[in-house]
């Protein structure tokens, strides 16, 4: 079994965003994987220990700032890793293409049986890449998914849905994003992390993507500053409301 498993950093949760002149300073973020690409990456490694013979192929569409995730994905077992050099991505449009891609050049017409991917990233949280990547390789999608069971050929797969929880049955080849508690990821120590040094980062060219299909032209700082104000009575709290837009006039006989 053949297993690709698309992985991004996301900034740590505890690093500091700042906002200048309408655009963010990165300068002082952590970069890590993204929490659901190791639920994926892990998925993909279990699998590849019940199927002997599977090889788990880690892809990210990083700048070479992406050295230290794919060197993770090596501690943690992945067989290979290939970083995706492109131009800057500006929407998950152009990042599902260019993974898209990638995954095309590194197999061939003999895609992989699987794609995993994880849920969403953390920083923008579109959950949208992984639906794409599925409709631009032609291969049907599943996700999110919060188990998974490997019966011979069949995969069984859970996932939570409002009224409850759905079951599934599929065959490979598939795309599936993985929910947060599909498993637990594996820890790596020391000796995992030099090790994964000593392996090769291959490197993937992709083409020019297609123009973004949304754009960011800017970001602003919330405001923590609030107003307080007092009403002495229901008809200066009913007066603040309509002054600030919060009251609107309903016409209408009855």
Known sequence: MNIAVCICQVPDSASAVAVIDGALDMTRVTWVMNPYDEFALEEALLLRKQFPGSTVSALAASPESGKDLL??????????????????????????????????????????????????????????????????????????????????????????????????????????????????????????VMEARKKPLEILQASEPPPPLVCLEGVEPVSKKRRCRYAATPEELAAMLDSDGHIRQISGEG
Do not use: H
């Open 71 to 192: 060197q993770k994905a090596l501690a943690m077992g992945a067989d290979r890793a290939f970083e995706v050099r492109s131009s800057p991505l500006q929407d998950p449009f152009q990042t599902a293409w260019v993974l898209a891609e990638a995954v095309r050049n590194l197999y061939g017409k003999a895609l992989p049986d699987l794609v995993l991917c994880g849920r969403e990233s953390l920083d923008y949280q579109n959950a949208s890449v992984p639906a794409m990547l599925a409709v631009m390789l032609d291969l049907a999608f599943i996700g999110p998914v919060s188990a998974l069971g490997a019966d011979g050929e069949r995969l069984e797969l859970e996932r939570e849905t409002e009224g409850g929880t759905e079951l599934l049955v599929a065959r490979p080849p598939l795309v599936i994003s993985a929910e947060k508690g599909l498993n637990t990821p594996r820890k790596t120590g020391i000796r995992q």
